[in-house]
């Protein structure tokens, strides 16, 4: 099982960028025609020590490393980094990955059916219980990690968090907190062409807080209930204002491409990685790299897809687009996101309505909704109506768009549907179980875990 270098690039990423036009067609050449779309769900659990609640370390017998070794031992492509295992890609095309905190992600394949998600999380949920109850690991269903602070929290030996790990203190108070403590679910789509990107980025940004809202499940933070829905949503909103949160012109240009790659162009990177991550100095942008090069490097297509990775918005460009802005919880909330964005999103006139829903707000009012939103959840007003009657509605018309674009995935839907109906979230859920074991952090560690993932 040979190793491959964590970053590699083809030829044509890795030549010399000779004009701007490369950038935008970046994005132009990744349309694909509608009988082509698929989505991609990509989700991190957060784990602890079973009869601590303690954070795993990398290292040890019982650690992070040693879950990648179960795995690698059973197959896939593994990725070192200084001789440390960092991933392990698979022969269908799914990824596990590590977060900076050792949150453990899977990017699955992806996928025509979302029924074959849900094939593969099963697959996946029983390989991780097996090798969870071997190391003595348990996975909690949550978007935050609840026991103990950020400085109980080890770090994961990987070049790229070191390099952000200088930088975050810098350009927030929370950044630190986003990389060791969150755990996010995320799905990403297909786009044909800019104005249907235009479209989808639209309504994505019309109704991110709405999908925080009924995803939210982080309202326990250093042992205690925090009073807020997704602390998770909280900390991003002062990680690093230049990469995260939402973006005005997704509502005010209709060149999309155009937009977003000037506002990347501006965004300082974090590094550039030559065989490695070499950080760049303070406040130096894409822009500048592409126009006068770094100690003799100079931008690339690869720099650039590089580069537009560790951009945070709320909807965020690549090849394809990808929904960020909800909190991991129930393996059912988990299948439940690609299913409701597809509804939404790959039928024409269910994004419409969705993106109706909040067209009286101004992006001032968007930007109060998303700082509501991470505390009074469902509860939150958006104009002359609450959240929860806009989720309410926005779920309904999900299921609509299913009923015309894959209608075998509206049973999927049913977790979703029954936070929207009954206002009761899955933050809710985790602070009374929380109370109901109030001081017995044994009985806590079993209430908050994943069925099957107890070690």
């Known amino acids: 099982m040979g190793a491959k270098r964590v970053y590699l690039v083809d030829a044509k990423e890795a030549v010399r960028i000779g004009s701007r036009d490369e950038l935008l067609a970046y994005f132009e050449e990744a349309g694909k025609p509608a009988a082509a779309w698929r989505t991609g769900t990509e989700h991190e659990l957060v784990g602890v020590w079973t009869e601590s609640g303690a954070a795993p370390t990398y290292e040890g017998p019982r650690g992070i490393g040693a879950l990648f070794q179960w795995f690698a031992a059973r197959g ?94 810098t350009v927030g108070t929370r950044g630190l907190d986003m990389m060791l403590r969150t755990a996010t679910v995320q799905a990403n789509l297909d786009f044909s062409g800019e104005a249907d990107a235009l479209a989808k980025l639209r309504c994505v940004y019309s109704v991110t807080s709405l999908i925080t809202a009924l995803w939210a499940c982080s309202p326990i933070v250093e042992d205690r209930p925090s009073g807020y829905q997704s602390y998770r949503a909280w900390i991003w909103r002062d990680t690093d204002r230049a990469r995260s949160g939402l973006l005005p012109f997704v509502f005010s240009r209709d060149d999309i491409f155009r937009a977003y790659t000037e506002w990347a162009l501006d965004v300082p990177l974090y590094f550039v990685y030559r065989g490695g991550y070499r950080p760049v100095p303070a406040g130096f942008t894409f822009r500048q790299f592409l126009a006068e090069g770094w100690q003799g490097e100079y931008a690339t297509l690869a720099d650039w897809g590089l580069h537009l990775s560790t951009l945070f918005p709320e909807g965020r460009l690549k090849r394809f687009i990808e929904i960020r802005g909800a909190d991991c919880g129930s393996f059912e909330m988990i299948a439940a996101l690609a299913p409701l964005v597809r509804g939404l999103l790959y039928d024409e006139t269910a994004r419409r309505e969705a993106t109706k829903l909040t067209a009286q707000l101004a992006f001032t009012d968007r930007q109060q909704l998303a700082d509501d939103v991470p505390q009074q959840g469902l509860a939150a007003r958006a104009g002359a109506h609450t959240v929860g009657d806009l989720a309410q509605e926005l779920v309904a018309i999900a299921r609509d768009g299913l009923s015309r674009v894959a209608p075998t995935s509206i049973e999927l839907l049913a977790p979703v549907e029954a936070i929207a109906a009954t206002r009761r979230t899955q933050a809710d859920a985790m602070v009374d179980a929380w109370e109901r074991h109030r001081g017995d952090r044994a009985a806590q560690i079993r209430a908050l875990a994943h069925p099957g993932l107890a070690g």
Do not use: C
């Open 76 to 169: 896939g492509t593994p990725v070192l980094e200084d001789g440390h295992m960092i991933a392990l890609s698979g022969q269908n095309g799914d990824q596990l990955t590590i977060e900076p905190g050792g949150q453990f992600e899977l990017a699955a394949r992806p996928v025509t059916d979302d029924r074959d998600f849900v094939s593969d999380l099963r697959t996946y949920v029983a390989s991780l219980g097996e090798a969870s109850r071997e190391l003595g690991i348990t996975w909690l269903a949550s978007g935050l990690r609840p026991f103990g602070g950020r400085g109980d929290v080890p770090w994961m030996p990987k070049q790229r968090y070191d390099v952000m790990h200088a930088y975050m203190p």
